[in-house]
C-alpha cells in the first residue's frame, strides 16, 4: 500500500497552497495596483485611502450590466463647520428706549450727546477691527488647507505619507484657527443705539444749536451709523459666510483623519459568490467610488480596481479515499486439529489477506447547488482505481460533497460500487482442500460506503 503515500502528500500540499490561496485578501496599496483579473478571492483591502482630501469606500458590483449605485456615506456634506450663516440683512431692529432728558443746569448739556456718539464710534472701530481679523485668519485658515490638499493629492498614500499627512495635520496651526463668526448681532446692536442717539438730537436742540452751530456731533453720528450700516451689508459678510462653511467642513475632516483607526484609512470589502445554475458564471467589479473634496462641487468618480470571478458550479476533483467495501485473497491455508492423538494438519480454504478498509484514488465531478459562506453543498460522482483481491479494479462513486475553505477541499461520503474477489457459490472459508488444486474463486460487484478528500485540478470558469 505504499504507493498510496506519494500522491496523499502531493494532495495535502496541494489543499494547503489552495487553501491559503482562496483564504487570501487581496491588497490594493499606491506601490502595488492588483491585476485586472482575480479568480475566487475572498476580500479586496485597499490600504491607506486619503482620508482628508476624498470621501471614499471600496464598492462591489455583483453584477457588470448594472451601473455601480453610490454608497450610503460618502456624498459630498451640503454644509460644514455648523452650517452656512445666512447673510445678514440690512434691517434693523426697532429703536430702543428714549435717552433720558436734559441734564440738571450747570452740567454741560452736550455732554451724554457726546458720550452717546463716541460710543458708536468706539463701537464703529472694534467691530470694524474685528471683521479684519476674521477676515485675516479666514485667509491664513483657507491657504493652510488649500497648502495640505495640495501638498497629498492621491488618492491612495503610501505609508511615509499617510504619517507625514497626521503630523501635517497636527502641527498646522492655522488650521486650527476658530471657525470666523460674522459678528452681525453685535453690528445691529450697534445700529440700534442710533435712534436713541437721535432723541437726544431732538430734545438738545437748542443746546446743540448754540453749543454746535456747525452741526459737527450730528454729521459724526450719521458718519458713524452709515458706516455700521455699511459693514453690516459689506461683502466681508458674503466673505466670512463662505470662509465659515469651507474651514468649518475641513477642520471636520482634519479631526477625523487625525483619530481616524486603521480599518478607516484602509477599508475592506468581503467578495461574496453566489451559486449558479450549470454553465453561468458570476463576477464582481470591484471599484473605488470617490469625491475629491476640493472641488468646488464634488462629483462621484469611479477607480476600477479588479474583476474578481467567481468559480463556477462544475469542479473537476481529484484525491484519495476509503472504502469500507472488504477486499479479501483466498488461498489455501494449514488446519490443524487438536482434538485428535496425535493432533493432524490439512489444508483448507481460508485467506491470504483481509482488509477491512481499503484505499482508493479517484476522480470526481462535484456541483455545487447551494453555499453558506465557506461552505459548499455539492453533489459528486467519479471514478476511481484500487488495489484489491480482484486486481486493479474500477471503482465507481456517488453521493453528496462537501466543499471546505472556498472550494480549496471537498469531502464526500459516498456510495461506493466495485468489484472484489469471492468465492464460488457452493464453498467457503474453512472447507478442505480435497482434490482441488486452486481456490474456487469469481471477481462479483459488491457495494459500500466510502469516504473521500478531493482537491481541484480544474475549475469551470
Avoid at 499606491?30 to 485611502?49: C, F, I, K, Y
Avoid at 499617510?162 to 445700529?191: E, G, H, M, Y
Wanted: hydrophobic fraction near 40%; proline fraction near 8%; aromatic fraction near 8%.
Amino acid at each position: 500500500m505504499r504507493w498510496y503515500i506519494l500522491p496523499g502528500v502531493l494532495f495535502f500540499t496541494l489543499a494547503i497552497n489552495v487553501c491559503s490561496a482562496a483564504q487570501d485578501t487581496v491588497q490594493v496599496t499606491a506601490t502595488n495596483l492588483p491585476p485586472s483579473t482575480t479568480t475566487n478571492v475572498r476580500a479586496v483591502q485597499t490600504v491607506n485611502l486619503n482620508l482628508f482630501r476624498y470621501n471614499a469606500q471600496p464598492n462591489v458590483q455583483d453584477k457588470t450590466s448594472n451601473p455601480p449605485t453610490p454608497p450610503v456615506g460618502i456624498m459630498p456634506p451640503a454644509t460644514g463647520g455648523g452650517g452656512t450663516p445666512n447673510r445678514p440683512s440690512a434691517a434693523v431692529s426697532p429703536p430702543g428706549a428714549a435717552a433720558p432728558g436734559p441734564p440738571a443746569t450747570g452740567a454741560d448739556p452736550l455732554e451724554p450727546l457726546e458720550e452717546a456718539i463716541k460710543g458708536e464710534e468706539m463701537s464703529l472701530s472694534n467691530l470694524t477691527a474685528t471683521t479684519q481679523d476674521l477676515l485675516n485668519n479666514a485667509k491664513l485658515a483657507t491657504a493652510c488647507f488649500n497648502d495640505i490638499q495640495g501638498r497629498y493629492p492621491q488618492l491612495l498614500l503610501t505609508p511615509q505619507q499617510r504619517t507625514a499627512l497626521v503630523n501635517d495635520l497636527n502641527n498646522a496651526t492655522n488650521c486650527a484657527l476658530p471657525t470666523p463668526q460674522w459678528p452681525a448681532s453685535n453690528i445691529t446692536a450697534a445700529i440700534n443705539t442710533g435712534p436713541a442717539t437721535s432723541n437726544l438730537f431732538i430734545q438738545l436742540s437748542a443746546a446743540v444749536a448754540a453749543e454746535d452751530p456747525k452741526g459737527t456731533l450730528l454729521t459724526r453720528h450719521i458718519t458713524a451709523q452709515t458706516a455700521l450700516v455699511t459693514l453690516l451689508t459689506s461683502t466681508g459678510a458674503a466673505t466670512l459666510a463662505t470662509a465659515n462653511v469651507y474651514i468649518g467642513a475641513w477642520q471636520l475632516r482634519r479631526t477625523a483623519t487625525i483619530s481616524a483607526t486603521d480599518a478607516q484609512w484602509s477599508p475592506t470589502v468581503a467578495l461574496t459568490c453566489h451559486p449558479q445554475w450549470f454553465g453561468k458564471t458570476e463576477q464582481q467589479v470591484v471599484s473605488i467610488l470617490y469625491y475629491d473634496m476640493t472641488a468646488s462641487t464634488p462629483s462621484q468618480q469611479s477607480m476600477t480596481l479588479l474583476t474578481n470571478s467567481c468559480l463556477a458550479a462544475l469542479t473537476i476533483t481529484s484525491g484519495l479515499g476509503f472504502s469500507t467495501v472488504r477486499s479479501s485473497i483466498f488461498a489455501f491455508t494449514p488446519k490443524t486439529n487438536k482434538s485428535v492423538s496425535p493432533p493432524t494438519t490439512t489444508q483448507v480454504i481460508g485467506y491470504a489477506s483481509d482488509s477491512r478498509v481499503v484505499p482508493l484514488y479517484l476522480g470526481a465531478m462535484n456541483y455545487e447547488f447551494a453555499r453558506a459562506k465557506g461552505l459548499g453543498f455539492d453533489v459528486a460522482g467519479g471514478v476511481g482505481v484500487s488495489s484489491s483481491s480482484a486486481g486493479t479494479t474500477s471503482d465507481f462513486f456517488l453521493g453528496p460533497s462537501f466543499a471546505f475553505a472556498r472550494r480549496a477541499i471537498f469531502v464526500s461520503p459516498s456510495f461506493h460500487l466495485t468489484q472484489r474477489q469471492t468465492l464460488q457459490d457452493g464453498y467457503a472459508v474453512g472447507d478442505a482442500q480435497g482434490s482441488l488444486t486452486s481456490v474456487p474463486t469469481i471477481n462479483r460487484w459488491r457495494y459500500g460506503f466510502a469516504l473521500t478528500f478531493t482537491f481541484p485540478i480544474l475549475q469551470a470558469q
